[in-house]
């Protein structure tokens, strides 16, 4: 056969239809035939020439699992264990993504943009792997034709173990922010998560949830690596915009919401228990909850590693997952897969006394997630904390294998697998699981291990099973367009992001504005830096909304004398890291802090002695950064501000804050008439509350600090624990705050939500 037609053979898929069954789709190129029984269907999938028990879909999920789960080797079992690194569609040809085609770059390859690449047919065929994360794709129809491929692969190698693809959030309009690498594009485009916490409505949540999973499952997506529902208690943290924000009770219902739509399947989309053609895997994180970083700091992050508990509140911090992600209203009862956190929380292990990333603590899975809260379903690693810490305390892309730095890579493997781990994220190589193995077969015995083994096993193939992929993992590339990013998904998407705008100050009721009066913009100033992979970017001076977006709305001059009212975009201050390279050659222990203020920032309160810290005498464990001082990245914002103030003559002044993290406001609120805060929505969802198209209604899901020295002395793991800025109009700018035309919201959701003030 020409290799034209043995392209075209890869490429072609064969449906079969059951009589009140599913419609089975194979690929013609995989080898596997169709069997006949009792009149109905069911594909070969192991081309043994009989019906297997997984094959034979009229049985549950469960009893198919342990069926292929006993059937597997050791090996395939490992692959399954495994959970890609970052792939990219077309693959980058430099970078962290980058891959190759036949030994080249993409562009020099003369490959097509759905083609696998040499590391995913690797991946795939060697190491078993069948769980694939996948980031940005060029179109919904490459992404379609890309998954059939995968598919097909899968479909014709071993026992025809269907790929389970996924990704990490992308419904965002920002596709720079941190972990929505797969964002912007054609697809719909909502709030960040703490945009739906704004809205205190859990059924816009529910409702992205169900189109979000219908547009996933266009792309051949059917995991989401989200929610990410940890209780942002320390409002420095840099993940803080990813949560649905500080209160506990508030998460959870949100985190109840999302994972409903994302899993329910209804009507003919059903197969069974709510579970069926249009369920995406909801993969919760953080357990148990990545929010008290001291300092503030990150865990992806050597510097920030420990989370610490001065409140004495880590029960708090479940609530997300006990009374919202596992207590799910609709059918699918809870989520199907949970995500730890690098995190170590510090003296929480009340058994073994371990401070050893979230992870590998049996205490925290194995007693306490899947014993006492009974859950039995994926518990999968973040990624990379099983491989050696390789850069610096302040990179990303370093291995995080927190309090298990002395082990070997395999010997961390067979932690987490004692732990009660299922899968390592970010781990493309099968050989450190087949070492753990060995390692347990010695400890325990073959029969031990092959036990344990095959009961992660059963649990990664249930979420499998239950979404129909045995039977049709194939997508038609033209209803994946059609369904991706369609009109009425982009219409509700957006008016999600007006819902979610928060108006924090309306002096003397300047706004709603009438269209066309005219406004100015200035520019605004970004110096060089480095991007979130430590890439570095450069200085730039420009515009920060598209003028012909604002254009329909206002005339746009960039002369103050002639403008009705002035409009300065910023966002949150941007510090780092909370760790200084620069610190430690001087001498220091390297640690800085991280502030919430634009201007040049000096911890005169913070601890004298940090609460958490490493013994090892490569490493700090005094890590207080008390009379130190940080300028965040962007302390210009506050100078286009002021400046704006200055040259408008008295003319009003409005700000359009981007919220990623609560932000200290007092440099400025006094000096401008209104406040608009948003978080991460497109400009014109913006503009149509400025002029009135859209009533405000959002609510603040955290509090606004007065200053720094309340950020300092708060404690990591308590929410609502601030002293709250209090604007010139009298207003406390807390959680649960928000005005619309009228004044002050008070209505059912502040009657639920609101607390008592500070």
């Known amino acids: 056969m020409n290799n034209k037609a043995n392209s075209a053979k890869e490429e072609t898929i064969r449906y079969v239809n059951n009589p009140g069954g599913p419609t089975l789709g194979f690929c013609e190129a995989s080898g596997v035939s169709i069997l006949q029984q009792d009149g109905l269907f069911f594909k070969d999938l192991s081309r043994d020439g009989k019906l297997d028990k997984y094959e034979d879909w009229r049985l549950s999920p469960e009893e198919r699992a342990r069926d292929l789960a006993s059937k597997m080797t050791v090996e395939q079992i490992a692959g399954l264990m495994l959970y890609s690194r970052h792939q990219s569609i077309p693959a980058r040809s430099r970078g962290w993504f980058a891959s190759t085609y036949g030994g080249k770059p993409y562009e020099e390859s003369g490959a097509k943009p759905w083609d696998l690449t040499d590391e995913q047919r690797a991946f795939l065929e060697k190491d078993h792997l069948r769980h694939v994360l996948v980031t940005t794709v060029e179109s919904p129809e490459v992404a379609a034709r890309w998954s059939n491929k995968v598919q097909a692969f899968a479909e014709g190698t071993g026992l025809g173990i269907p790929a389970n693809n996924s990704s990490d959030p992308r419904h965002s309009s920002d596709a720079s922010a941190e972990f929505n690498a797969g964002a912007g594009g054609k697809i719909s485009m909502w709030p960040e998560p703490l945009g739906l916490a704004a809205t205190f409505d859990p059924k816009v949540t529910e409702r992205f949830g169900e189109i979000a999973a219908k547009e996933y499952r266009a792309l051949g997506i059917t995991t989401a690596l989200s929610p990410q529902i940890d209780i942002a208690t320390d409002p420095r943290w840099f993940r803080f915009n990813g949560t649905f924000g500080e209160d506990p009770q508030l998460s959870a219902d949100m985190a109840r919401a999302y994972v409903d739509g994302f899993q329910t399947s209804k009507g003919e989309s059903e197969i069974a228990g709510g579970w069926g053609y249009d369920s995406v895997n909801a993969m919760v994180k953080h357990w148990p909850g990545g929010g008290p970083g001291e300092g503030g700091r990150d865990a992806h992050y050597a510097c920030g590693k420990y989370a610490v508990y001065p409140g004495n509140n880590f029960d708090e911090h479940l609530k997300p997952f006990t009374e919202g992600a596992f207590q799910l209203e609709g059918k699918t009862g809870m989520a199907s897969a949970v995500m730890p956190y690098y995190t170590v929380s510090v003296g929480q292990d009340t058994v073994n006394g371990e401070n050893v990333g979230n992870s590998y603590n049996s205490y925290l899975i194995r007693d306490l997630l899947r014993t006492k809260y009974g859950y039995d379903g994926v518990v999968c690693t973040d990624w990379l904390v099983t491989a050696d810490e390789s850069a610096g305390k302040d990179s990303f892309l370093s291995g995080k294998p927190w309090g298990v730095e002395g082990l070997s890579v395999a010997e961390r493997h067979y932690k987490l697998l004692m732990a009660g781990v299922d899968q390592f994220g970010g781990n493309n190589e099968i050989e450190p699981v087949l070492e753990a193995y060995r390692i347990g077969v010695a400890e325990h015995g073959e029969a031990y291990m092959r036990s344990r083994f095959e009961q992660s096993a059963v649990r990664l193939l249930k979420n499998m099973f239950r979404l129909g992929l045995f039977e049709n993992p194939y997508l038609q590339p033209e209803q994946s367009a059609e369904t991706a990013g369609n009109p009425a998904f982009m219409k509700e998407g957006f008016d999600a992001q007006r819902k979610s705008i928060v108006l924090l100050k309306n002096k003397n009721q300047l706004l709603p504005l009438r269209q066309k009066l005219t406004v100015y913009i200035p520019k605004r100033y970004t110096p060089a830096g480095k991007d979130w992979f430590g890439n570095p970017t450069p200085e730039k001076r420009e515009y920060p909304v598209s003028l012909e977006i604002v254009g329909k709305y206002f005339r746009v001059t960039d002369n103050p004398d002639e403008a009705d009212f002035g409009l300065v975009f910023i966002s949150s201050p941007k510090s780092g890291t909370g760790y200084s390279q620069e ?176």
């Open 583 to 758: 610190d430690a050659d001087r001498g220091g222990n390297g640690y800085v802090p991280l502030s919430l203020q634009y201007g040049t920032y000096t911890a005169d309160h913070a601890r004298e002695i940090s609460l958490a810290g490493d013994s090892r005498p490569d490493d700090v464990l005094n890590r207080s950064y008390k009379g130190k001082s940080v300028t965040p990245e962007n302390t210009s914002d506050l100078d286009a501000v002021l400046t704006t103030k200055q040259k408008l003559k008295g003319k009003p002044v409005i700000v359009s804050l981007l919220l990623n993290n609560p932000t200290v406001v007092a440099e400025f609120e006094a000096e401008v008439d209104a406040i608009v805060v948003n978080f991460g929505v497109q400009v014109q969802a913006v503009m149509e509350v400025l002029t009135g198209s859209a009533e405000p209604s959002g609510l603040l899901p955290l509090q606004m600090p007065a200053h720094m020295k309340t950020v300092e002395e708060q404690f990591e793991d308590v929410a609502h624990d601030m002293e709250c800025h209090v604007d010139t109009e009298g207003n406390t700018y807390d959680f649960a705050f928000g005005l619309n035309w009228s004044g002050v919201i008070e209505d059912e959701r502040t009657k639920k939500y609101k607390k008592e003030t500070y």
